[in-house]
């Protein structure tokens, strides 16, 4: 059984930054995707981007510009760099790694 831990959630005032990270605990499975999804308050899980294991990337039209996805296949990490925040962001981020999920890290965005 492969675990997903998420990192680098928080609170942020409209305009700032945070940056999430997900480790997945077995360096011997390889997935041919890693992503983050979100789930705001009263909403549907939702897609932010994902990359594939050859670094081909989706991302959700909202967050273009703004997020920007990465991994390192070598210790199966995926990372969310997420700048200009804003109130709408705010959700519960869960890493994906094939079919498997992170326990969620809370992002609010608030001032």
């Known amino acids: 059984q492969v675990q997903l831990v998420e990192s680098g959630g928080g609170l942020v005032q409209p305009g700032g930054s945070l940056r999430l990270s997900c480790a997945a605990s077995?360096?011997?499975?390889?997935?041919?995707?890693m992503g983050w999804y979100r789930q705001a308050p009263g909403k549907e899980r939702e897609l932010v981007a994902s990359?594939?294991?050859?670094?081909?990337?989706t991302i959700v039209d909202s967050v273009k510009g703004r997020f920007t996805i990465s991994r390192d296949n070598d210790k199966n990490m995926v990372h969310l760099q997420m700048n200009s925040l804003k109130p709408e962001d705010t959700a519960i981020y869960y890493c994906?790694?094939?079919?498997?999920w992170g326990q969620g890290t809370q992002v609010t965005v608030s001032s």
């Open positions: 077995s360096s011997r499975f390889r997935f041919n995707v």
């Open positions: 990359m594939t294991s050859s670094g081909t990337t």
């Open positions: 994906n790694a094939n079919s498997f």
